[in-house]
């Protein structure tokens, strides 16, 4: 009865007005239908038709995009589109890459220091006591092996020489006097006694000489270049060179470190040892303390990933685990594990320190992607597949995974192009997009 009696009041409201605000769309439309006023307004946003048998319920509103096929939504659930142009995907340095099958690399991480080479780091040693006469290298010069670096003045050297010329010359002549008598008992005109003690002193003679070259060698000196500089001190006897040692380098490297000047006393007592140290830093070591409860997963020929940080400026370099020490620190309880790292650019300085990633599993996967190729919508791991009008999204499961790869076990299949950088932007996108939806 009082729905009766609304009616005309309802129309005369519409005959002066048209729709009355505040009357629900669905209200206006019955009244439209009775005559007693025109039909609503379109919405603003275009809305799907509805069915007659359903006319009362809101349409649905139009998805960012297009979904896929029925089955394919029911198996990826809400899967939407982004709408892309090449060039808009380019501009936005958005990079695809083809999907494929690979490796899972699982590491260990631990801290580690740059330490040298220990096969590659020697010491140039004072030999002999002596005074240092020369200093022919600098910090920072590169050598060769067998380059004179330092030169000593030495007595010993000088005694060593002396002993080796004077054996030469004893030796000479007792050659001479040895050879004369060999030919007077092959003519009966020496006794036979005379010639026995010439052979005996030949003997004796040369095995001094034998003695004062090997002395000379085990102080690194060359037999025929002390007679050849002796012959040349001959024309220049003040400035005799038999006092001289040369130290030479014993391996091609790098001068790090010298430790004596010019007249400083060495090889003696208390006095210095050693006079340079030479390096070849185009192999470092890195020094790792693996815990024990690790210790079982690395072995020796492990490849193990060396760098100084986290950022993009930092160093980062490709080793291989030489030595693992069967002993364990007995503070620590840890093993060292040595790790040998090219260095050819010399990057790598020693005392530095540094995080190393040891290679302790590695898992073949049928289909491997980027940890970046993934995102996180509505609680679930999407990649964005290319297709021909931009990306659509794929809901995805994944299984293994290491530091920087997850595998795929359904969503996805070997040879499909899918977005690995920059992928947050698609999402921000489809995330925007759905918002405007749900307004």
């Not at 040998?340 to 790598?348: R, S, V």
């Amino acid at each position: 009865m009082r729905a009766l009696l609304l009616l005309p009041v309802l129309a005369a409201g519409i005959a002066i007005g048209g729709a009355v605000p505040g009357i629900a769309t669905h209200t206006q439309g019955a009244l439209a239908r009775l005559g007693l006023g025109p039909a609503p307004a379109a919405p603003s946003t275009p809305a799907a038709k509805p069915d007659d048998d359903n006319h009362d319920q809101p349409a649905k509103p139009a998805a960012h995009g297009h979904t896929g096929e029925e089955g394919e939504g029911k198996e990826h659930g809400e899967a939407g589109e982004i709408h892309m142009t090449a060039e808009q995907i380019t501009s936005q340095e958005i990079g695809t890459a083809a999907v494929a099958g690979g490796t899972l690399s699982r590491h260990l991480v631990v801290p580690g220091t740059v330490t040298p080479d220990a096969d590659r780091l020697v010491r140039v040693p004072a030999r002999v006591v002596g005074t240092v006469a020369e200093m022919r290298k600098r910090l920072g010069d590169k050598v060769q092996k067998g380059d004179v670096v330092a030169v000593l003045d030495s007595r010993e050297v000088a005694d060593a020489k002396s002993d080796f010329l004077t054996a030469g010359v004893q030796a000479e002549l007792q050659k001479i006097n040895f050879e004369r008598q060999q030919k007077l008992i092959s003519s009966q005109a020496t006794a036979q006694v005379s010639f026995d003690q010439a052979r005996a002193s030949y003997q004796e003679s040369q095995l001094r000489l034998d003695l004062a070259r090997q002395k000379l060698s085990a102080l690194g000196l060359n037999a025929a270049e002390v007679a050849a500089a002796a012959k040349r001190d001959e024309a220049t006897p003040n400035q005799s060179s038999l006092r001289l040692f040369p130290l030479r380098a014993p391996m091609d490297g790098r001068i790090v470190e010298r430790k004596v000047d010019v007249g400083t006393k060495v090889g003696g007592e208390g006095d210095p040892a050693d006079v340079y140290t030479i390096a070849d830093l185009s192999t470092v070591w890195v020094e790792l303390a693996v815990p024990t409860t690790a210790l079982l997963n690395v072995a020796e020929g492990a490849k193990v990933l060396i760098g100084t940080g986290t950022d993009e400026k930092t160093l980062r370099a490709e080793g291989q685990v030489v030595f693992i020490s069967p002993f364990l620190n007995a503070d620590t309880r840890s093993a060292r594990v040595i790790v040998a790292l090219p260095n050819p650019d010399q990057t790598w300085r020693p005392g530095t320190f540094v995080t190393a990633a040891v290679a302790i599993a590695e898992e073949t996967v049928p289909v491997r992607v980027p940890r970046t190729a993934l995102q996180t919508l509505e609680g679930k791991l999407v990649a964005f597949v290319r297709t021909d009008k931009g990306f659509e999204r794929r809901t995805v499961k994944v299984g293994r995974s290491d530091d920087d790869a997850f595998e795929v076990t359904e969503g996805l299949a070997a040879g499909d192009e899918i977005a690995v950088a920059n992928t947050f932007l698609l999402k921000a996108e489809l995330g925007k997009a759905e918002a405007d939806h749900d307004d």
